[in-house]
C-alpha cells in the first residue's frame, strides 16, 4: 500500500476515533474530588506518524486540517487547529533531538516503534502530545489564576492521551524490527 494511502486512511481512522468515540468520553480520575474532568486527545498522533521526510508544510497543512475538524465537532473556534499546527511545526526539530541519524536518511518511513525503538519513540510521541496538551489548555481556560487546576488538567490529560497512543503502538505495529539485506 502506498505510504500517502497508508497515512490517508490513518488520518480518517484517528479523526472517526477522536470524532465518534473520545469525545463522547468524559474522564475523571477521582469522581468528588475537584479533580477536572477531561477528554482523551489522541488525533495529533496523526502528526507524530507522518514519515520523517515530510516536508514541514505539509505537516502544517495537516495538523491544520486535523485541528480544524476536531474544532469544528467540538465548538472550541480554532483552539486544536492551533496547538496541532504548532506541534506539526516543531516536529522536526523534535525527530532531529531524539533520532540518532539524520532524518534524510530514514527515507519513506513513519516514526514508529519499529524504526525507532520504544524509548525514543514513547519521548518523541509524549513531549509532543504535552506541547500540544499545554497549548490547547492554556488556551481553552485563558485563565492561570487557578495554576495547579490548569497543570493538572495538562497531567491528566497528556497521560490518558500517551495510554491510547501506547496501545495504538501495541495495536498497529509489527513487532519484529526488519533487517536490511547487504
Given at each position: 500500500m502506498s505510504i500517502y494511502l497508508r497515512n490517508l486512511l490513518r488520518f480518517g481512522f484517528?479523526?472517526?476515533i477522536q470524532l465518534f468515540l473520545l469525545n463522547k468520553v468524559e474522564i475523571s480520575w477521582w469522581q468528588n474530588s475537584g479533580?477536572?474532568?477531561?477528554?482523551?486527545?489522541?488525533?495529533?498522533?496523526?502528526?507524530?506518524l507522518l514519515p520523517y521526510n515530510t516536508p514541514p508544510w505539509v505537516s502544517i497543512l495537516t495538523g491544520f486540517f486535523a485541528g480544524l475538524i476536531v474544532d469544528a465537532s467540538m465548538n472550541t473556534p480554532g483552539m486544536h487547529a492551533f496547538a496541532t499546527v504548532l506541534i506539526a511545526y516543531f516536529?522536526?526539530?523534535?525527530?532531529?533531538?531524539?533520532l540518532p541519524r539524520n532524518l534524510s536518511d530514514y527515507r519513506m518511513e513513519s516514526p514508529t516503534v519499529?524504526?525507532?525503538?520504544?524509548?525514543?519513540?514513547?519521548?518523541?510521541?509524549?513531549?509532543?502530545?504535552?506541547?500540544?496538551h499545554s497549548c490547547y489548555f492554556t488556551i481553552q481556560l485563558w485563565n492561570v489564576s487557578n495554576l495547579s487546576y490548569l497543570l493538572l488538567k495538562i497531567l491528566a490529560t497528556t497521560i490518558t492521551s500517551?495510554?491510547?497512543?501506547l496501545a495504538y503502538a501495541l495495536l498497529f505495529t509489527n513487532q519484529q524490527r526488519s533487517t536490511v539485506q547487504p
Amino acid at each position: 500500500m502506498s505510504i500517502y494511502l497508508r497515512n490517508l486512511l490513518r488520518f480518517g481512522f484517528i479523526i472517526f476515533i477522536q470524532l465518534f468515540l473520545l469525545n463522547k468520553v468524559e474522564i475523571s480520575w477521582w469522581q468528588n474530588s475537584g479533580f477536572p474532568i477531561f477528554t482523551p486527545l489522541i488525533y495529533p498522533i496523526i502528526i507524530i506518524l507522518l514519515p520523517y521526510n515530510t516536508p514541514p508544510w505539509v505537516s502544517i497543512l495537516t495538523g491544520f486540517f486535523a485541528g480544524l475538524i476536531v474544532d469544528a465537532s467540538m465548538n472550541t473556534p480554532g483552539m486544536h487547529a492551533f496547538a496541532t499546527v504548532l506541534i506539526a511545526y516543531f516536529r522536526t526539530n523534535v525527530l532531529n533531538a531524539v533520532l540518532p541519524r539524520n532524518l534524510s536518511d530514514y527515507r519513506m518511513e513513519s516514526p514508529t516503534v519499529k524504526t525507532m525503538g520504544w524509548f525514543p519513540y514513547m519521548v518523541y510521541a509524549a513531549f509532543l502530545i504535552l506541547f500540544h496538551h499545554s497549548c490547547y489548555f492554556t488556551i481553552q481556560l485563558w485563565n492561570v489564576s487557578n495554576l495547579s487546576y490548569l497543570l493538572l488538567k495538562i497531567l491528566a490529560t497528556t497521560i490518558t492521551s500517551m495510554l491510547f497512543i501506547l496501545a495504538y503502538a501495541l495495536l498497529f505495529t509489527n513487532q519484529q524490527r526488519s533487517t536490511v539485506q547487504p
